[in-house]
């Protein structure tokens, strides 16, 4: 089974020993994203709302670099600082699908890279 990396400038680079993704055997495994903006290097850390719309554009840059679209995610992963969140994370991600939505789950943890409030991982198949 080979390996491919997925890398691009336009979703914040890794602070760590890990990759914005990897694709193997007709799958891409995408590493969490925060509200790390990749051009200003900027956390968007003030408002739940545009924090969730940062993440969600650093999961579609990735994603792009990969050739496909958030149409192909199966399975994504919520972390949150506060299940108080929830509805309005859920409000903004919900906003990205159309519909055929993957399966997920969504927790609540002690503490986040850099303090944010909402971290999403996914998986994608490369051929629906």
């Known amino acids: 089974m080979a390996k491919q990396l997925i890398k691009t400038d336009k979703a914040p680079a890794p602070i760590g020993p890990y990759n914005q993704a990897i694709k193997a055997n007709g799958l891409v495994f995408v590493s969490g994203q925060v509200a790390l903006d990749p051009v200003t290097g900027e956390l968007q850390t003030g408002n739940i709302l545009a924090e969730t719309h940062q993440v969600m554009k650093n999961l579609q ?42 399966a997920r789950e969504t927790v609540a943890v002690k503490g986040l890279p850099r303090g944010v409030n909402v971290e999403i991982s996914v998986i994608a198949v490369v051929d629906l």
């Open 61 to 102: 840059a990735v994603l792009d670099e990969a050739k496909i679209t958030l149409e192909h995610v199966v399975k994504t992963n919520i972390y949150l600082s506060d299940m108080g969140l929830f509805a309005q994370v859920n409000e903004v991600y919900g906003s990205y699908f159309k519909g055929n939505y993957p």
